[in-house]
């Protein structure tokens, strides 16, 4: 209702996109305050142990090492189990306080963090320059800005041919009530809000109205191919990555960009999107940042081709790749050359343009803002568009190999070549050629390798010594690999990866025990934050060790022991019972045919044609509608790839269940189907393996 009681006279007369914009944001500040009024409000830390018991365990502490009064030692001892209490009491009641909510899981979520102190990690404490230690956040700021703003210094740039190869042409955006709507609808209602301090529930709980406003801007700017100033100023928060945190490189700048930009972003991406993969303008080794792709479809590509190549006993040798500040190095001119030659044309094109060129960041340490810097080069690591962008922009790599197949997660490379052992020497000569066009390529495009993080696999053969280089720097050997979160070795082995998700699953489950007092809590925390560990390309499980399976199982085995109380008395599938928890094994089961319904009826990605339903077999065989054809393997490692292992599965499916026509009927049916394998160990004392990884091995 006040949006609508509103004065918005000039936002609809005048066709000016900074008035319209101005009246804009006028209007929803106004709206903001008048709901929510701004009240000042001075945080304190809240210390563990307050003030005036400080100034006694002082005095304590004092008498114990003047007078040797060991009684002082049990009233310290006295005074830290009463803060322990307290302390206890108090993060009871907020606990209790999230349960009762609305939204338990996210409340839930927000605890956790602050108890693990993961809001912490941009209050950069110290940080290092030309061999000084700063701690003060001004200075700290302004250095990481400095640094930040260098990575994305423009290079001179080659002039290209930058005609379009195409006969397809993208111009125009549709807006409407109906995307701007679902673009919304998208927006996570604790998400940063940019620099105009315009939060995603304010757009969120707009209704229509605030739809029809969106509507007028986002047509406005672009027919005017106009990215408004307001839009272009934005704020950095610095994300560690890993290494040192006193060093400025191990920082990855994450911009936060207004939210009435990430709407209008989304519309023009999701378009341009869909317009990229009908022509097929994206090469299909691409799996980052697209529909219907992930890392989960990258991965699946990857083993597939693997797989089936060493079924054949040939070698399989993988050069992994990565694009030093991929993201922060692309130059403007080849960027919107590269869109050119793709068909992009007018309003869009230099809508484009204006969104990439002339934008200020401002980097923010704690409370402490450094001053604008200017963005020359990169796509926006934190918007919504830069992503594609970026993706379009080094599409053209896939152009250097002809022999070896390329698998991309975005600026993430990898290359597979195949040879037999007693001809290596052909492939190698391909490895050389192909290696010297990316050295090319690189030049270009203006980018270049991060050699430390580039590496060669070979499956198939231990011994094997190449001598490998790229841009002048060798490229080492690798005997296992961390790829998009999966790590494996050179024989196929995910016995590291496997340990290394346990290990942290049982490290978060006792933090969640020590510091979650309802059961409540630490099962639905249990299912945010510990099963996705366990969950994630739950397709490598059938290819396994049961060795590695018995791990992930006893995870939750630990965890409802734990929750239950260790003398219990009831089995492990019991327990699951009790608190609402599937098995992991049946829920790999489930997850895994639910991923292959999609990949064969195309509702995921699929490159490569992995499946395909029985044709005539020239026999009237009764229960073969919807079954698969699954291919002859050779080795075991073939037969227990999931493609393989869950053919076999899905054939031994219920013929109903095969034939369901969507996905919901689908895993409804399933859920049905599956909800009779009951484990019962009918009070044997010695509990078989059978009954903890389930009968089907997966």
Known sequence: MLLRSSDWGEYFTNNNLEVILNTFYKTISSVRDTIAPLKSALKTPTLFIDRKTRIKLRKLK????????????????????????????????EEN?????????????????????KGEENNISHLEHEDIIYDDP?????????????????????????????????????????????????????????IDDIPSVIYKNGGTDMIVLLLRIFNISLVTETYPETWKNTYILPKHKGGAKTSACNYRPINITPVISRIMEKVIKDQMSDYFLKHKLINLSQHGFLKKRSCVTCHIDFFNEVTYRRDRRELVIILYFDIRKAFDRVPHSLLVGRLCSLGI?????????????????????????????????????????????????INSICECFSIGKPILYADDLKVTYTCTNTDIGPTMNSIHEELAKMDRWCDTWRLEFNVEKCGWLCIGCSNLDLNLAIQGHKIPRLKSVLDLGLKYSHNLSFSEHISNQVSKSRRLIGFLLRNFYRNESRILLYKVCVRPL???????????????????????????????????????????????????????????LLLFY??????????????????????NLRHTKGTVAIEPCKTATRQKFFLIRYAQIWNK??????????????????????????????????VRVSEIIGPFNV
């Open 62 to 93: 004092r008498r114990f090492y003047l007078y040797k009064e060991f009684n002082a030692l049990h009233l310290i001892h006295e005074i830290f189990k009463n803060l322990d209490e307290r302390h206890k009491m108090k993060a009871q009641v």
């Open 97 to 117: 306080k999230a349960l009762e909510g609305t939204s338990k899981t996210q409340e839930l979520c927000k605890i956790l963090q602050k108890r693990l102190k």
């Open 138 to 194: 001004q200075i700290i700021s302004e250095l990481l800005s400095e640094w930040f703003s260098n990575n994305t210094k423009a290079h001179p740039s080659p002039i290209l041919d930058i005609t379009c190869k195409n006969n397809y042409k993208l111009g125009e955006i549709n807006f409407n009530i109906q995307n701007i709507a679902s673009a919304v609808r998208t927006l996570k209602a604790n998400s940063s809000c940019g």
């Open 345 to 393: 044309r007018n309003p869009l094109y230099n809508w484009i343009k204006s969104f990439l060129y002339d934008r200020n960041q401002t980097t923010k340490v704690g409370s402490m803002t450094s001053r604008p810097r200017p963005i020359s080069s990169g796509v926006i690591q934190g918007s919504v568009l830069g992503p594609l962008l970026f993706i379009i922009y």
């Open 534 to 592: 366990l969950d994630y390309c739950s397709f490598i499980f059938s290819s396994t060790r049961i060795e590695d399976k018995l791990k992930v199982e006893g995870v939750q085995r630990y965890f409802t022991r734990k929750v239950l109380g260790t003398d219990n008395g009831t089995n492990y599938s019991t327990r699951c019972e009790i608190l609402g928890l599937e098995t992991l094994w049946l829920r790999r089961l489930r997850l895994n």
């Open 598 to 619: 999609k990949l064969l009826n195309q509702i995921v990605y699929t490159p490569a044609n992995y499946t395909r339903f029985s044709g005539n077999t020239g026999y």
């Open 653 to 686: 499916l219920p013929e109903k269940i095969r034939l369901a026509s969507t996905l919901a009927s689908f895993e409804k049916a399933l859920n049905d189907t599956l909800s009779e394998f009951v484990i019962d160990t009918n009070g044997n004392s010695h």
